[in-house]
């Protein structure tokens, strides 16, 4: 099972980005996943996490309103809409995928995209 993220860039503060996160492996069956943060000094969050099956969506408080998280279940792929960027959103931006290698519940970590919103 792999995860590959791709989206992240350079953009100015009050910008837009969009991150995708593919995830491959014919035996997976993903139960939910999630975009995480780690900025430099800080501890890793969590930034927006969706459930697979019924869609039900959970945001980190500092991005409430701004990033909207989506998924494609054809194509076991998930999106981090980013609006109005501020310049505290930068930092690695990391996928999750976890779910079931039967009988086996497996945890996937990508290996980050990089964000940088300048002021």
């Known amino acids: 099972v792999q995860v590959v993220e791709s989206g992240g860039g350079l953009v100015q503060a009050g910008g837009s980005l969009r991150l995708s996160c593919a995830v491959s492996?014919?035996?997976?069956?993903?139960?939910?996943m999630g975009w995480y943060r780690q900025a430099p000094g800080k501890q890793r969050e969590l930034v927006a996490a969706?459930?697979?099956?019924?869609?039900?969506?959970n945001y980190g408080d500092s991005v409430k309103g701004r990033f909207s998280i989506s998924k494609d279940n054809a194509k076991n792929t998930m999106y981090l809409q980013m609006n109005s960027l501020k310049p505290e959103d930068t930092g690695v931006y990391l996928c999750?995928?976890?779910?079931?290698?039967?009988?086996?519940?497996?945890?996937?970590w990508g290996q980050g995209t990089l964000v940088t919103v300048s002021s």
């Open positions: 999750n995928a976890g779910g079931f290698v039967y009988p086996d519940y497996v945890e996937v």
């Open positions: 492996g014919s035996k997976f069956s993903i139960n939910a």
């Open positions: 969706v459930a697979w099956g019924d869609g039900s969506t």
